[in-house]
């Protein structure tokens, strides 16, 4: 991934402002978190993303991507795609369809048939290929260099993670004596955001992170 800058992320915070869900902040039991200080307490509270368009962040930098090329006049007339089932895809095509813009969306043979048909109610162009997730991005990045449709990614592109540290921007409006901020780690692009918004503010980063068995 490209050098994210605290600059790209106000950009996209002003890009997207009127086209997702303010982040729904609440706070978890009070008094029931135990710090590692003896008899230490603190407050926590919970980003409630899932009741974000398409049911995750993923819609902040998908939203962002594909404005980020209109407003550039950089977005092609062949539109948008992206190999991925899961929430990028589902956040790639919902803000394509936001836009007015084509959405093809790349996916192994065997992937869930809800996961296609949430796609096609997005009005995605649905290409399944391949039994494997290689073989369909293999598809979608020779789809893009024949059409020129613009390839988009489910976390490796500053845009894309600008779009996700977004959701800290909203967090300290709502919660201004955050000191700590905890991130799920899976492809990088949401913590790739909130730890460059963070380190802005002075925050402190952690990471929550499960291998892979």
Not at 84 to 103: I, K, L, Y
Not at 178 to 195: E, N, Q, Y
Request: glycine share 12%; aromatic share 8%.
């Amino acid at each position: 991934m490209q050098t994210l800058t605290f600059a790209e992320i106000k950009a996209a915070s002003e890009r997207i402002a009127d086209r997702v869900r303010p982040v729904v902040v609440a706070p978890a039991d009070a008094g029931s978190v135990i710090t590692a200080e003896p008899g230490g307490r603190c407050n926590v509270y919970f980003a409630l993303e899932f009741m974000q368009h398409t049911g995750t962040f993923k819609a902040r930098g998908a939203q962002n991507f594909i404005q980020a090329h209109r407003d550039a006049g950089t977005l092609p007339d062949a539109g948008v795609t992206i190999a991925s089932g899961g929430n990028a895809g589902m956040a790639c095509a919902w803000a394509a369809r936001e836009q007015g813009v084509r959405a093809t969306v790349f996916l192994p043979i065997g992937a869930p048939a809800v996961k296609v048909s949430r796609l096609r109610g997005y009005g995605a162009d649905v290409r399944l290929v391949g039994s494997e997730y290689a073989e369909a991005l293999a598809a979608c990045q020779e789809f893009a260099a024949s059409t020129g449709a613009l390839a988009s990614h489910a976390y490796d592109h500053p845009l894309i993670a600008a779009g996700a540290g977004t959701l800290l921007e909203e967090i300290l409006q709502q919660i201004p004596a955050l000191d700590t901020v905890v991130v799920a780690v899976g492809g990088g692009g949401l913590f790739s955001g909130v730890a460059t918004a963070a380190q802005h503010y002075g925050l402190r980063t952690a990471i929550w992170w499960r291998p892979t068995r």
